[in-house]
């Protein structure tokens, strides 16, 4: 399994909100698998859940 960079996962995410949020395309561009993307969309949005509650929490 191919592991990548905090670095490289930022600079990706970029290139998928230049490409308003297009999985294939910034797939395709930045040959980091569909399925990889997907996975960290679904834990950037956890994570971002996680610390909207811990917020509130704080509160």
Same mark, same amino acid.
């Given at each position: 399994m191919k592991r990548y960079s905090? &670095?490289?996962k930022? %600079?990706?995410f970029k290139i998928l909100n230049d490409f308003k949020?297009?999985?294939m395309k910034t797939s395709f561009y930045t040959?980091?698998?569909e399925r990889t993307l997907r996975d960290w969309i679904y834990a950037a949005r956890a994570a971002e859940i %996680?610390?909207? &509650? &811990? &917020?509130?929490r704080q509160k």
């Open positions: 905090l &670095a490289h930022r %600079l990706v949020g297009d999985v040959e980091v698998p %996680l610390r909207k &509650a &811990a &917020a509130q």
